[in-house]
T-cell receptor, first 114, second 115 residues
């Protein structure tokens, strides 16, 4: 497909479990973003990659959250020792360049921590 | 401290009428504004944007107005159609020299267009 693909679509984790969320951006897109969306709220910025470089991780809520994009394409968001407050939809977005432009979002991964 | 606010959680309009969705921001460093539309179980999709050097941008039935002095923008949809029923998010970003492309989102307004 031509859009941003995220997997899994749904993830149920037990508290304390580690999870990994995958994002396949649109081919050739330089910029990749991760956002967290809690129920009834807007997306909140987590982290930003330009190619393989993580240029901004100011939105990651704790050191349990880690993101990587080793080859400048696919990205993985990892959450260690999940807590109930981590339950949210995790959205990945990509854009072609580096400046002001629209984001192309995936459908998200809905994470539920029990 | 929420930097982008959409004070109306919901809006209901009749088909054919105008829908006006409002957004306020507090950070004067924001200079690019976007509206996204979101259907259930899907990610947001881009609708329209405006740079701070403009006060209006139009694309078909959608027009965005920006009032920099009031730190306020609005999205006008005319005529509204039932397929426009969705959650609308306002987003703002700063200079490309800082956090390139990073956007701050409001909490959204759910628009319902009744046939």
């Amino acid at each position: 497909g031509a859009g941003v693909s995220q997997s899994p679509r749904y993830k149920v984790a037990k508290r304390g479990q580690d999870v990994a969320l995958r994002c396949d951006p649109i081919s050739g897109h330089v910029s990749l973003f991760w956002y967290q969306q809690a129920l009834g709220q807007g997306p909140e910025f987590l982290t930003y990659f330009q190619n393989e470089a993580q240029l901004d991780k100011s939105g990651l809520p704790s050191d349990r959250f880690f993101a990587e994009r080793p080859e400048g394409s696919v990205s993985t968001l990892k959450i260690q020792r999940t807590q109930q407050e981590d339950s949210a939809v995790y959205l990945c977005a990509s854009s072609p360049g580096r400046g002001h432009e629209k984001l192309f979002f995936g459908s998200g991964t809905q994470l539920s921590v029990l | 401290d929420q930097q982008v606010k959409q004070n109306s959680p919901s809006l209901s309009v009749q088909e054919g009428r105008i829908s006006i969705l409002n957004c306020d921001y507090t950070n004067s460093m924001f200079d690019y504004f976007l509206w996204y539309k979101k259907y259930p179980a899907e990610g947001p999709t881009f609708l329209i944007s405006i740079s701070s050097i403009k006060d209006k941008n139009e694309d078909g039935r959608f027009t965005v107005f920006l009032n920099k002095s009031a730190k306020h923008l609005s999205l006008h949809i005319v005529p509204s159609q039932p397929g426009d029923s969705a959650v609308y998010f306002c987003a703002a970003s700063g200079s490309p020299n800082t956090n390139a492309g990073k956007s701050t989102f409001g909490d959204g307004t759910t628009l319902t267009v009744k046939p």
